[in-house]
């Protein structure tokens, strides 16, 4: 019996697009069947029930944690499940659970440990200008850090080894996007890039506000790069 791939979904108040978002992901990938969780931080809408009616297995976190806790959680429920690979994407639509095989392709293959969905290398179907011209900033910034040609650095579609997910620490609650990629490049697991398609949100609210963003991942990046 293969391993299976484990998708999760981080959700927070998505009951506008989680269903769909479930029922497009793929049932198997490569042989492996595909277990898809949604990791729920007590919406107050119905994530929950729309993610359950859809086919997905709801886990929770104790209370509202942020996004951060939301992926370790996912990463720990996934090593759990002995995943052969461990994917992630938004529950809002902005990626393709469609492009879930092209993801962990080089992790089946044993090429990567790490792979991450780059807008930029793929298709920006909506994406404002404000928010574009950030994530080129603070790609830039984190390209340096890690020593390595990121083309995305705040992508919300990535896949892990098991024994990246097992190894994987996130530092803080608020969210992963920075700090994941540095300890697994600084742990010496193998990254790469995939180019992916992305379409911003036409539902739900984004958790993303520029001045709490900044407050919370710029001390985390410098803590986490001081970490031994
Ligand atoms: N479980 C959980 N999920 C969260 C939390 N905060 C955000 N999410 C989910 O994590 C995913 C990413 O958050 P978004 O608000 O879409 O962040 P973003 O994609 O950078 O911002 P947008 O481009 O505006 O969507 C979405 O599916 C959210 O519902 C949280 O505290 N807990
Ligand atoms: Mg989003």
């Known amino acids: 019996m293969h391993r299976p791939v484990v998708l999760f979904l981080p959700a927070r108040n998505e009951d506008a697009s989680v269903g769909d978002v479930v029922r497009r992901v793929p049932r198997s990938v490569a042989g492996h069947p595909v277990c898809c969780l949604v ?36 990463l720990a429920e996934a090593v759990r499940r002995h995943a052969a690979a461990v994917a992630f994407c938004d529950a809002d639509g902005e990626y393709a659970p469609e492009e879930l095989p092209c993801m962990v392709a080089p992790i089946l293959a044993g090429q990567a440990d790490y792979v991450v969905g780059s807008r930029f290398a793929g298709e920006i179907r909506r994406m404002h200008p404000h928010r574009r011209i950030g994530n080129r900033v603070l790609t830039a910034v984190l390209a340096r850090l890690a020593h390595l040609p990121i083309t995305d650095g705040q992508s919300g579609y ?40 992305y379409a911003f949100r036409e539902r739900g609210r984004s958790f993303v506000r520029l001045d709490p963003y900044l407050r919370a991942v710029v001390p985390a990046v410098w803590r986490e790069l001081h970490t031994p």
């Open 39 to 74: 990791v729920d931080d007590h919406s107050t809408d119905a994530t929950a029930t729309r993610a359950t009616e859809a086919g997905a297995t709801v886990v929770a976190n104790h209370g509202p944690e942020g996004l951060g806790a939301a992926v370790r959680l996912g």
């Open 158 to 197: 990535r896949a892990l080894s098991g024994q990246a997910a097992s190894a994987a620490e996130i530092i803080h609650d608020y969210n992963y996007a920075q700090v994941l990629t540095l300890d697994l490049v600084r742990k010496g697991y193998r990254y790469a890039e995939v180019p992916i398609t």
